[in-house]
C-alpha cells in the first residue's frame, strides 16, 4: 500500500465504504462526508498513509465520536469540537501529535478523523482499531494487545471537556458513556494514544483504502447494471444472506445505545424466509426463520438492494428493500480473547458465534 | 485570627464543630477525624492561617470528598487518593500549589483537607467556601463571586481519576455527580482553583476557628454541667427549636445523595409537638406541627439533648433523644442570587425561605 491524498470528490465513496464496514452502526455517512467536505474545503486535502510507514516513534492520536447515532443525527458537532477533543488529550499528554487515525472503519467514524487531520495539518493513517464498527470504546484490538484507551478526552458540543485515567479500558467506557449521556449522547473522544509501532501491531491495516475501493466498487456495478450488493460480497469475501422488505423495527435509545431488532419479509427466491436482524449501534446477530445465521464479531450489512448503498439501523423503514449480507472480520475478533470482548454473550445473547459462512468461531 | 498550628488532640473538637456546622451532612466526623489523625502522625501537624494572611497571588486549591455521607461511611478514601486529588489538578493547571482549603465546614470536608495538607507539607487556609455544608458543588460562594469549579479533578480508591474543565459551575456538578455515581458514589475531589485574592473576596473566613470552638464549647458544657445544646445555640447566635425522641427516619441513597426525612416527637415542655426534618445530606426543611420554622439556608443542626454531640442524617435512629437548634448562615447566603441557588426552592420544596429566628429572608 502507498501513500494517497484524498479529495473532497473521494470522500462520497469513502463514506458509502465506511457506512458497509460500519455494519449498521457508526452513524450517518453523510453527516461525516458533509463535515469532512466542509474541513478538507477550508483546510486543504489529507494525507492518508499507510500503517507500516509510520514511524515507530510517531506520537498517534485516534479520534472518534461517541454516543447513540440517533441522536448524532440531530448534534452535528463542529471542527472546532474534534480539534479541541485532540489538542485536550496531547496538551494532558504533554505530546505533539504527528498522526491522526479512526478508531473504527465504521460511518461517522471513518471521516471524522479527516476533520482533525485537515484542521490540525496531520497525516491520517489507513487502517483503524476494529476492522468494522462496534458499540463500546473497549471494543478494539489495542485493548486486545494491552494498549491502555486513557488518558483520553471527551468533548461535548457546548464547551464541557474532560480527561479520563482509568484503571481498565472497561471502566474508561464506563465513565465515558455516562459522560456523553449526560453531555446529551452524543461526544467526541480522543484516547488509545499510541507510538508508530504500537499502531502496527494492533491495527487493521489499510480499511480506509478498503473504504474507498468499496464504495467505488457499488458505483461501477451500478454504472455497469451489475448486482451491486453481489459486488459488496464478493468485495468481502462474504455471502448474501437475504433479500426482502422491512417489515418491522423496533428501536429504543437505552443507556446511550440505539438498540433494537429488525424484521426483514423474505421476497423473490425468500419469499416466506423470516430474517430477524438483532443491533446496538451495529447489527449483532442475524436469524433467519428462527435459525442463528451469523453473530458478531463477523460483519452483519443492510444494503439496499437496487442501489447497494449501505443502510444504517437507524435509517432502517417499513417497506424498505435491502438486502443482508454478512462478511468476516479481522481474524484477532475470533481469538478466545476477542470473544469475550465482542462475541454475542457479552451483548446479552445467550449463544455462541457463528461465522459468516455458518462455521463455528472455536479455533 | 492569628495562624495556629493543629495537632492530633485538637482533631477530636474540631471535628465534632465540623459535625455541628455540618447540619447533619459533611460525612461521619469520626472517619475524617481517624483519617486526618494519621496523616498528622505520619506527615507532622498543619499550619492553620488566617484567609487575610493568604499572599494576593498564592494558588490555593480546596478539597472534598464528593458522594453519598451513607456510602463515605463503608468506603474511606487512602491518604494516597486524597494526595492524588490534588496533584492531578495541579498537573493540569500547570501550577504548583501553595495552600490547601476546605471547600464546606462540615464533617469530613472539615478534616479532609487537613490530609491533603500534612502529606503535601502544605498550609490550610482558616475558612471555607459555604460556612456550612451543602449537598451540591456548585453551591458555594466562589459560584456566587463568578469563580469557576473547573478545571476539577475526581479521583476514586481504585485508581480511577478525570479532569473536568465545563462551561458553568452547575455542569461540573452534574458531570462529576455522574462520574461519582458511577465510581461508587464516593469520590475525592479537587476544584475551584483560586487565588489568595479569590480566596479573601470568597470564603467565610475563620471556620476551622469556629469549629474548633465550638467542640470545645461543648467538652466544657459537658464538663461543667451546663446545658451543652444551648452552648451551642449561643455560641452560633441561634436558638433551640425543639427536643424530643426520633420516631421515624425515612432514608434513601438516590441519585448519589443520602435523601429522607426525619420525625421527632416533642418530650417535656414540648410533648405534643412533632418536628418533621426534610434532608439531602444535610437538613433543609424544619416543620413543627405543620409549621415552617426553617429553611435552608439558614442551619439546621441535631445535637444528642444530653452529650450535645452533633447527629449526622445517616445517624439518626430510632429513639435518639435529640435537640433541634437553627442558626444563622453567611449573610451572602441571603441575597437573591444565593437563595437561587441554595433555598428550598432549589431543592424542590415550594417555599419562600425562611430565617432561623423565623423571618424572612428578603432583604
Not at 442501489?307 to 468476516?328: D, K, M, N, W
Request: aromatic residues 4%; charged residues 20%.
Amino acid at each position: 500500500m502507498s501513500a494517497m491524498r484524498v479529495t473532497q470528490a473521494d470522500l462520497v465513496p469513502l463514506a458509502r465504504g465506511a457506512a458497509v464496514l460500519g455494519g449498521g452502526g457508526g452513524g450517518d455517512p453523510h453527516i461525516g462526508r458533509l463535515l469532512a467536505e466542509r474541513a478538507l474545503a477550508q483546510h486543504g486535502e489529507v494525507d492518508v498513509v499507510p500503517v507500516e510507514s509510520v514511524p515507530a516513534d510517531a506520537c498517534v492520536l485516534p479520534i472518534a465520536m461517541m454516543g447513540a447515532p440517533t441522536v448524532m443525527v440531530e448534534k452535528i458537532p463542529s471542527v472546532d469540537q474534534i480539534a479541541t477533543a485532540l489538542e485536550t488529550l496531547a496538551r494532558y499528554l504533554g505530546r505533539t501529535p504527528t498522526h491522526v487515525a479512526c478508531m473504527e472503519a465504521g460511518g461517522v467514524n471513518s471521516t471524522v478523523p479527516f476533520v482533525a487531520a485537515a484542521r490540525l495539518g496531520l497525516p491520517l493513517i489507513d487502517g483503524d482499531a476494529m476492522g468494522r464498527a462496534f458499540p463500546e470504546l473497549q471494543m478494539v484490538l489495542p485493548t486486545l494487545g494491552g494498549i491502555q484507551a486513557t488518558p483520553m478526552s471527551i468533548v461535548d458540543e457546548k464547551g464541557n471537556k474532560g480527561v479520563l485515567d482509568t484503571i481498565d479500558n472497561h471502566w474508561a467506557e464506563r465513565l465515558a458513556r455516562s459522560a456523553t449521556i449526560d453531555m446529551g449522547c452524543a461526544t467526541i473522544v480522543s484516547l488509545y494514544a499510541m507510538t508508530g509501532a504500537q499502531v502496527r501491531d494492533n491495527f487493521v491495516p489499510g480499511t480506509l483504502s478498503l473504504c474507498l475501493d468499496l464504495g467505488r466498487t457499488i458505483e461501477r456495478a451500478r454504472a455497469e447494471h451489475h448486482d451491486p450488493v453481489r459486488a459488496v460480497a464478493d468485495r468481502l469475501g462474504g455471502r448474501v444472506l437475504h433479500t426482502g422488505k422491512v417489515l418491522d423495527v423496533a428501536r429504543r435509545t437505552a443507556t446511550g445505545f440505539a438498540r433494537g431488532e429488525a424484521i426483514v419479509e423474505g421476497l423473490g427466491d425468500q419469499k416466506g424466509s423470516r430474517m430477524v436482524l438483532h443491533f446496538q449501534n451495529e447489527h449483532l446477530l442475524a436469524e433467519l426463520d428462527g435459525q442463528l445465521l451469523v453473530t458478531s464479531p463477523d460483519l452483519i450489512v443492510v444494503l439496499d438492494t437496487d442501489t447497494g448503498e449501505p443502510v444504517t439501523t437507524e435509517a432502517l423503514r417499513y417497506g424498505h428493500r435491502v438486502s443482508v449480507v454478512s462478511a468476516p472480520c479481522d481474524e484477532r475478533w475470533h481469538s478466545p480473547a476477542g470473544i469475550e470482548l465482542v462475541g454475542p454473550r457479552y451483548f446479552g445473547y445467550e449463544v455462541d458465534p457463528v461465522r459468516f459462512d455458518g462455521s463455528t468461531s472455536a479455533a
